[in-house]
């Protein structure tokens, strides 16, 4: 049976199986995604992100934020703002953990420090681990807008655990 089979009889529809995740290490699966051998989850397609790059203790997202962003101001929504950044600094997390761990996120801080436009094109999102306890984890990162300015900035703390807890 192939990954994608796989995946299609989840019972939780999008979740990768976790027979298969639990015999990689958070970069191979997200290195399995980057080559298309593993699915995305549904959240980017929802809010049209993609994951470039991920390395162990790094990974880049890109998303284009649209009009079914917008809030009632005609900006992009901060929940959106908001997702990009804790997807890319969840995934740093997680680019980091054994085969046979996950992570959640417990806290997220965002600080928005410009408004982002549904116009405004590709936007570049980094997150970057920052440290890896036993059962906590920090990362920090950035979102940059198509020339490079900063949009905003983000911390986040994710628990580590086992697949089976």
């Not at 203790?57 to 649209?66: C, E, L, Q």
């Not at 996950?102 to 420090?113: A, I």
């Amino acid at each position: 049976m192939s990954e994608t089979q796989a995946v299609d009889s989840s019972p939780n529809p999008g979740a990768l199986p976790r027979d298969i995740i639990a015999r990689m290490t958070g970069v191979e699966i997200f290195e399995a995604m980057i080559a298309g051998q593993l699915p995305a989850p549904p959240i980017m397609v929802t809010m049209e992100m993609k994951l470039r790059e991920a390395e162990r203790g790094r990974v880049v997202f890109t998303g284009t934020p649209s009009v079914a962003h917008m809030n009632p101001q005609g900006t992009v929504h901060g929940g959106w703002i908001s997702t990009i950044l804790d997807s890319a600094l969840t995934c740093a997390v997680h680019t980091d953990l054994d085969a046979g761990e996950l992570c959640t996120t417990t806290s997220l801080t965002v600080n928005m420090v410009r408004p982002l436009l549904p116009d405004a094109g590709e936007v570049r999102c980094e997150g970057r681990l920052v440290h890896r306890g036993r059962r906590l984890a920090t990362a920090e990162g950035s979102l940059f807008d198509v020339t490079g300015k900063l949009i905003a900035h983000a911390t986040v703390n994710c628990m580590v655990f086992g697949i089976g807890q």
